[in-house]
């Protein structure tokens, strides 16, 4: 798909560019003692080892009733307490829930334990896969866990057929519905970027999938173009990321994580990725860490680099708008959105950055935030913003198919205004 390839890189281009002060004259200097490239990957690889060794030690391997899928996932990646992980992967199944966010880390607990597993417990695991139905989601971040996750599970069985799956579809043609949406879904986000875009919390919810394509999609081109997709979720934060910190305007942003930008899933991205701050672990970071991924230098150099300040203009996009979306909304392939203009001033000891307002997200909307440096990012808020909370649930309906009921408190839009 060359068009989004090239379209990947030009924006990269763009991102170098503004970042490195090319455009303005100020080219980085060698003053920083950057590390040669075997030193900088010896050390994200042993982060990564540490990130799986931290859930290694999480487990108990005397108590069945304790740990997750992900834990399960780094011990059969470790090669320890394989006999925990037989027992546990029943427990925890006992009954399987969550939908897409049990897919995920069922595939990925399956890809570690593709060598390990006996056939006892790919007879449990394809029926759970047939007996259980997950529920699809209705965001963004949903439908690329959903279908990441259904395209690596079956390609785990390619020769089933409808019988075998809760949806009553062969492995092939889940596969096939699969790969349709996710090569739709990079070349629009590409082409008009993300409708949850920047968000400190649910840049994991797209890491995970990505991770798991990226790390065991069988299709050379998906994998490629899935380890892509994580540059670029990766590049966007890494442009307005002060010491780990992702600061601006953002699609969704939950309360507390806007009083505490240092306790984000993007900080904890941004110490594996980039060495930056304390370690703190997360299911995305589990998922990076087994999927073989590294960020390219250029990236984690942009994420770095501080010396000078610079501005950065994005355009984004809003969710799909059902009705309601105003004089700006445009089509894209017979659905409607919104344009998102963002602009990030990014200093090296502070970070200011907004979008034009306006309801921009039904849910959790910030439009604007500082961020600055502190000693001790985990402890304080080092931020400030303008909070205008309200709850319309009749706005819902421009964004959401269901009916409306008694769950009003799921329509307060958390926005930021000057």
């Known amino acids: 798909m060359p068009s989004i390839k090239s379209h990947f890189f030009k924006r990269l281009l763009t991102f170098t560019a503004i970042t490195t002060g090319t455009l303005t004259g100020n080219p980085l200097t060698a003053a920083q003692n950057w590390p040669s490239e075997a030193e900088r ?22 108590n069945p009733e304790s740990g997750s899928l992900f834990t399960i996932a780094a011990n059969l990646a470790a090669g320890e307490n394989i006999e925990w992980a037989r027992e546990r992967l029943r427990t925890v199944n006992n009954p399987p829930s969550g939908s897409m966010f049990w897919m995920h880390p069922m595939v990925l607990a399956m ?25 699809r989601g209705d965001t963004e971040n949903h439908w690329l866990m959903y279908y990441a996750s259904i395209y690596l599970a079956c390609q785990m069985f390619p020769d089933s057929g409808p019988e075998a799956w809760y949806n009553g579809k062969s492995a092939k043609e889940n596969m096939a ?6 090569r739709d879904w990079i070349r629009v986000t590409t082409s008009y970027g993300q409708g949850e875009y920047d968000s400190p919390n649910y840049i994991e919810e797209y890491t995970r999938p990505l991770g798991l394509l990226a790390g065991w999609a069988e299709d050379p081109e998906l994998r490629e173009l899935s380890r892509m997709m994580i540059d670029y979720v990766i590049l966007d934060f890494a442009v307005e990321n002060l010491e780990g910190m992702y600061g601006g305007a ?28 304390e370690p703190q ?9 087994m999927c073989g991924y590294t960020p390219p230098a250029i990236i984690h150099r942009i994420a770095s680099d501080r010396d000078t300040a610079y501005a950065q203009e994005e355009l984004k996009r809003t969710r799909w708008r059902l009705r309601n979306a105003g004089p700006d909304a445009f089509e894209i392939d017979g ?84």
């Open 111 to 135: 890809y570690a334990g593709k060598d390990i597993w006996n056939d006892d417990d790919w007879d449990f695991i394809q029926e759970l896969w047939r007996t259980y139905y997950p529920f």
């Open 335 to 418: 659905r409607i959105t919104t344009p998102v203009y963002k602009y990030t001033y990014v200093h090296p000891e502070y970070l200011l950055g907004s979008s034009q307002g306006g309801l921009l997200q039904p849910i959790q909307q910030q439009t604007w935030s500082l961020i600055w440096k502190d000693d001790n990012p985990l402890e304080v808020t080092n931020t400030m913003f303008g909070i205008q909370p309200y709850s319309n649930p009749p706005r819902g309906h421009d964004v959401f198919r269901f009916r409306l009921g008694h769950g009003n408190r799921s329509y307060s839009s958390l926005k930021g205004r000057l």
């Open 250 to 277: 953002h699609s969704r942003l939950y309360p507390r994580y806007a009083l505490r930008p240092g306790l984000t899933a993007a900080t904890r991205h941004a110490w594996l990725l980039f060495g930056q701050g």
């Open 177 to 182: 519905e699969a790969e349709d949406y996710i």
């Open 41 to 62: 990957i010896a050390a994200y690889q042993e982060r990564c080892q540490q990130t799986i060794d931290y859930y290694v030690e999480l487990t108990e391997p005397e």
């Open 281 to 289: 672990h997360n299911a995305g970071n589990i998922i990076l860490s």
